[in-house]
């Protein structure tokens, strides 16, 4: 049940500090013990803390809508397959 309750707390935000106290561990060494079981609060924390730096980008590259380049690295594909003859 002491289990289960300081995970509960822990998921809903409650600093581990505050557990220790709760539970009455004299390290918070021994607390974070719940802290790294928990996976869901892990993956909630990456999940906040990623940021789409360009959310508006689109998916082509620039390079993809560069005519002239595309060109140019077409010729050198021919060019490759007369070589390799």
Known sequence: MRHSKAMHLLQAGVNLVY??????????????????????????AFEKAYIDLNPKASKTKSWEMDNNLLIWLKSLERKQSIYAK
């Open 19 to 44: 557990i220790r106290d709760i539970l009455g561990h004299v390290s918070i060494q021994t607390t974070d013990v719940y802290a790294r079981a928990d996976s869901k609060q892990k993956r909630e």
